[in-house]
Nanobody
């Protein structure tokens, strides 16, 4: 089983950038598609982005398209989420997750989750 640990969250101002990292350990990482999700207080966990195990294919939620970029380095067992032009609406706990299902945006199809990292964007 893969274990995931997110890092890189913090408190920033509107328009700033952050890069989140998700380090995987345990069993092989390269066979998994990886996803980023976020959950604001009192709201459901929402899809943000996903990247195929090869890194070739990516998909994004409309709300982050053009501002966020997902990438991965399988030699380092790490996936990244570069977040630019951050807005207060981006405030949430961000989770990375792993799945064997290709190109999924459904949290229920991800079977391994990290503990989350808080991102707070002040106006």
């Amino acid at each position: 089983q893969v274990q995931l640990v997110e890092s890189g969250g913090g408190l920033v101002q509107t328009g700033d950038s952050l890069r989140l990292s998700c380090a995987a350990s345990g069993r092989t990482f390269s066979g998994y598609d990886m996803g980023w999700f976020r959950q604001a207080p009192g709201k459901e966990r929402d899809f943000v982005a996903t990247i195929s195990w090869s890194g070739v294919s990516t998909e994004y939620a409309d709300s982050v398209k053009g501002r966020f970029t997902v990438s991965r380095d399988n030699t380092k067992n790490t996936v990244y989420l570069q977040m630019n032009r951050l807005k207060p609406d981006d405030t949430a706990v961000y989770y990375c997750a792993a799945t064997r299902v290709r190109g999924s945006s459904w949290p229920s199809q991800y079977n391994v989750w990290g503990q989350g990292t808080q991102v707070t964007v002040s106006s």
